[in-house]
């Protein structure tokens, strides 16, 4: 029975991997990786120690190094992607609330929001001007006058 052992080794890193199917943190899959490689000092008999060891080094291994080149080599090119705040810049926004720098008043409505702005310049901008947004800064959008 015991001379199987590294099987179950095998079989729990394969379901761990599958596991990490339903999953997109690529955690899980270093545990089934881990398991995997320590079937191998299992078929071998080895001792109690260093299976451990062997289980524990490979995980820190590939938990630290391989993940993370998994993750960039994952992640490669979706830094071009503007999502939430970032999609707003460059966007024409319609002043809702003068925007006053000295007052800190102002909003602007982009799209179907209406967010808090500041002008880039400093200048008053009145409510109904057609505005550019240039950035966002926290919950504040900056913002200048549409040429």
């Known amino acids: 029975m015991l001379e199987n052992l ?5 079989v729990v890193g394969i379901l761990l991997i ?7 943190n690529f955690i899980v899959m270093w545990f089934g990786i881990a398991s995997i490689i320590t079937a191998i000092p299992v078929y071998f008999e080895a001792s109690t ?10 995980l820190l291994i590939l938990t630290t190094f391989v993940r993370k080149i998994t993750m960039d080599w994952f992640s490669r ?5 503007k999502t939430n705040v970032g999609s707003l810049v460059s966007q024409v926004a319609i002043v809702t ?11 602007v409505k982009v799209g179907k929001e209406v967010w808090s702005a500041i002008s ?13 947004v240039i950035k966002a800064a926290g919950v504040k959008l900056i913002v ?4």
């Open 6 to 10: 590294w099987w179950v080794w095998v």
């Open 18 to 24: 599958v596991i990490e199917i339903a999953t997109t």
């Open 49 to 58: 120690e260093i299976i451990i060891i062997t289980y524990a080094a490979s």
């Open 77 to 81: 090119g979706s830094s071009d992607i």
């Open 97 to 107: 609330e003068d925007i006053n720098v000295i007052l800190s008043t102002g909003k």
């Open 120 to 132: 880039d310049d400093k200048d008053p901008i009145s409510k109904g001007e057609r505005v550019k």
């Open 144 to 147: 200048t006058r549409e040429n």
